[in-house]
């Protein structure tokens, strides 16, 4: 099925994700990234949530199988964003996506980072950087082999 963005009145295509995004509001309905309304595909951008009504947010694999679902707090700020690396090995430049979603409440952060191998690593360090050995902390002496 194809999938539509309506941007200011213009109809953009966009691809599904590896990982797609949906979230339960506390009356029972749902908002998904990728919606589909009889023989149409509609995409939601994330800016597109009520933040004040999630009680669920959850990241599932579009091809089916696993998902992640979190239960997100009353007053936290919902997470959901994509960390796009580029390695140059060998002078072919590789390049992988991270998908990064949680919450933030008062000034802690509450993250789930999807690998490109599907692992999630949890952690409430929000400048954690992917590297061809995994996460280090930015700012680690610790220099990524592929960059």
């Given at each position: 099925m194809k999938f539509t963005f309506n941007r200011e009145g213009k109809k953009e295509d966009v691809a599904?994700?590896?990982?797609?995004?949906g979230v339960v509001y506390k009356d029972g309905t749902e908002l998904l990234q990728f919606e589909t309304k009889g023989d149409e595909g509609v995409f939601h951008?994330?800016?597109?949530v009520d933040q004040s009504e999630v009680k669920r947010f959850i990241?599932?694999?579009?091809q089916?199988?696993?998902?992640?679902c979190i239960l997100v707090p009353e007053g936290a700020k919902l997470i959901h964003k994509y960390k796009n690396d580029v390695f140059l090995l060998s002078k072919e430049k590789i390049s992988c996506r991270t998908y990064v979603f949680g919450y933030k409440l008062k000034d802690q952060y509450f993250l789930n980072y999807v690998l490109p191998n599907d692992t999630i690593v949890q952690s409430n360090d929000p400048n954690l950087r992917l590297t061809d050995e995994g996460?280090?902390?930015?700012?680690?002496?610790a220099s990524p082999k592929k960059v």
């Open positions: 599904v994700e590896k990982w797609i995004w951008q994330i800016g597109e990241l599932a694999k579009a089916g199988g696993q998902s992640i996460f280090i902390k930015v700012g680690d002496s």
